[in-house]
């Protein structure tokens, strides 16, 4: 599905079915799921080690105070997003393109990696080498968003020859949506012992 999110001013592009290995769909929500805490795990296997020594004469600060600072929060990663940029030698129409969230894990010491989309829809020209950008015409997504759906179709044809074909469908969404993406927020944290 392409739906927009008028908060975070983008539209974005919900895997909402994801093909498995096995030919079978996956649930897209499952699917993020299910990647994020295998990533997780293997992290916790690899800082699984002896804690960091840290240097002389560090005095460590307690950490009291009843807000965080949160740059920014995650999305889940079948949620792709579109940004608007502008034509080229046009400085008013505008078009989205395919961009990447990172992939923010807690306590990773690397550098976050981009999620990058599953299904072919999505993922056209990253294939490619060089990868490709991938732009949608703003028209394409309307307010109620659109949704798109691929299947392969079978009929046969006069003289009884089988004809296969890959049908992508378009049709209207179901309205707009929210992400709850969010950037530079204070959280409250639970005072302990309190």
Not at 134 to 163: H, I, K, M, N
């Amino acid at each position: 599905m392409l739906i927009r999110d008028e908060v975070a001013n983008m539209v974005w592009g919900v895997e909402c079915a994801i093909p498995a290995a096995t030919g079978e769909s996956k649930r897209g929500i499952e699917a993020a799921r299910q990647t994020r805490a295998f990533l997780e795990a293997q992290l916790d296997a690899r800082l699984s080690g002896p804690p960091p020594v840290p240097p002389p004469n560090h005095v460590p600060v307690p950490a009291n105070a009843p807000i965080r600072y949160e740059v920014m929060n995650t999305v889940p990663e079948n949620w792709i997003p579109f940004i608007p940029v502008h034509i080229p030698g046009d400085n008013r129409r505008i078009q989205l393109q395919r961009a990447a969230l990172p992939r923010i894990l807690d306590g990773d010491p690397d550098p976050p990696a981009k999620v990058q989309p599953r299904t072919v829809l999505l993922r056209e020209g990253l294939d490619r080498t060089p990868a490709q950008t991938y732009f949608v015409f703003e028209e394409e997504v309307p307010r109620a968003g659109t949704r798109l759906t691929q299947a392969f179709e079978r009929t046969r044809w006069t003289d009884g020859r089988v004809c296969t074909w890959l049908r992508v469908r378009r049709q209207t969404g179901r309205g707009e949506g929210s992400s709850g993406l969010a950037f530079d927020r204070l959280i409250n944290v639970p005072v302990k012992g309190g």
